[in-house]
């Protein structure tokens, strides 16, 4: 009986610590986006604020003025625009939201007694019976969720307001030294492989740029028409729910919907059923309009990606990394495709240069 030959696989020792290194970077790599994911976000914000932004920076630039006071002008208008906006609608969001509050314990009270809009939920379903069980079983943070303390939320108020200065100086200087970067980062290439680099990093910001302009346009529509139909219905809380409006609105798909039950819920309890009706009619028409005009127009142009594909981002966005994954994924998968595509266009180049037969062929000619 013949021996099967044994096989000696040998490494060298350079293949071996190369594979080490590069499972060590990997790693190093994973762990620092675990434990500085909060700053890793803060940074991907701005650069989507400053890719936004850049258009109106080289408008300035195009007429002569210098980068410096061009991104000074533009963060400053943007900021100010914020301010006017704000003054504009907190005074009366707080009202209402304060109106609202002060109205609640009187809609509890009808829900409970079986009166108003929604009384046929007690009467015909016993639903506060029902909630009343559900809190002596799980109490009152088990079914409302509301169990962290008062420093937790003190805790976060203070690192939003943080985030939010950190995401404004960070924008201001990705739009100072943005452009002087990238060019820094691009001249580092080889000759022969600049020019494909730069029509990505060109593909790039203008998927980035045109989605983030193109989204924040398609939620101010949103949330202006949502208000006018609220004020028109006779709502007392239609600036607050058109700002709750065009925020959700700013998630791709899940986010129109979401913010339509919540806006309707509202209306039903305040206004009744007819009004509510009136309502969820208008948010089933606005959206058609805005998923098959609106996005397909924004999507189509600037990032090129098809409705499955926009789908398929968005859940993977979302199951990564929450509302901000599913805020981030169109034009990260935007980005993506305008690098595979690069990279095909250059592969398909060189198989035109030199075909696959040529490298045989080659010897039979010199013959």
């Known amino acids: 009986m013949a021996v099967p030959e044994e096989r000696v696989v040998s490494f060298r020792p ?34 989507f604020l400053a890719a936004a932004l850049n258009p109106a920076v080289e408008f300035f630039e195009r007429r002569g003025v210098g980068r410096g006071l061009s991104s000074g002008i533009v963060f400053l208008v943007a900021l100010l625009s ?58 009152t943070g088990g079914v409302t969720g509301l169990t962290g303390p008062a420093v937790e939320i003190l805790t976060r108020i203070l690192t939003g ?9 960070l924008t201001f200087f990705m739009l100072l030294e943005g452009p002087h970067t990238v060019d820094h980062l691009l001249g580092l290439l080889p000759e022969h492989v600049r020019p494909r680099w730069e029509r990505v990093s060109g593909n790039i910001y203008r998927t980035i740029g045109g989605y983030v302009s193109g989204n924040l346009l398609i939620s101010l529509i949103a949330g202006v028409v949502t ?11 239609a600036i607050a729910l058109g700002l709750v409006v065009a925020v959700l609105d700013l998630i791709p798909l899940a986010g129109a919907t979401l913010a339509a039950v919540i806006v309707s ?45 926009v789908l398929v981002a968005v859940l993977i966005g979302a199951e990564l ?36 037969g040529a490298a045989l062929a080659a010897p039979n000619d010199s013959s």
């Open 161 to 169: 307001v943080v985030g939010a200065l950190t995401i404004a100086f």
């Open 321 to 356: 990394a929450g509302v901000l994954g599913a805020l981030m994924a169109i034009p990260v998968a935007g980005s993506i495709q305008a690098i595979v595509r690069e990279l095909l266009l250059a592969h398909r180049e060189r198989l035109i240069e030199t075909p696959p």
């Open 227 to 237: 208000t006018i139909v609220l004020l028109a219905v006779g709502s007392s809380y």
């Open 14 to 47: 350079r293949t071996i610590l190369v594979v080490l290194g590069v499972t060590l970077l990997v790693f190093v790599v994973l762990a620092l986006v675990y434990f500085a994911f909060r700053v890793i976000t803060w940074i991907l914000i701005a650069a």
């Open 82 to 139: 914020i301010c006017g906006l704000g003054f504009l609608l907190i005074p009366p969001l707080v009202d209402q939201v304060r109106e609202f509050i002060d109205a609640l314990p009187a809609i509890v009270a009808d829900l409970t007694a079986g009166r108003g809009p929604l009384g046929f939920l007690e009467r015909d379903y016993q639903v506060v019976e029902r909630l009343r069980e559900a809190i002596d079983k799980a109490g």
């Open 265 to 309: 819920a509202v209306i039903f309890v305040e206004q009744g059923v007819l009004r509510g009706i009136i309502v969820v009619v208008f948010f089933v028409l606005y959206q058609q309009l805005e998923n098959h005009v609106l996005q397909p127009v924004i999507y189509g142009r600037t990032v090129q990606l098809s409705p499955l594909a």
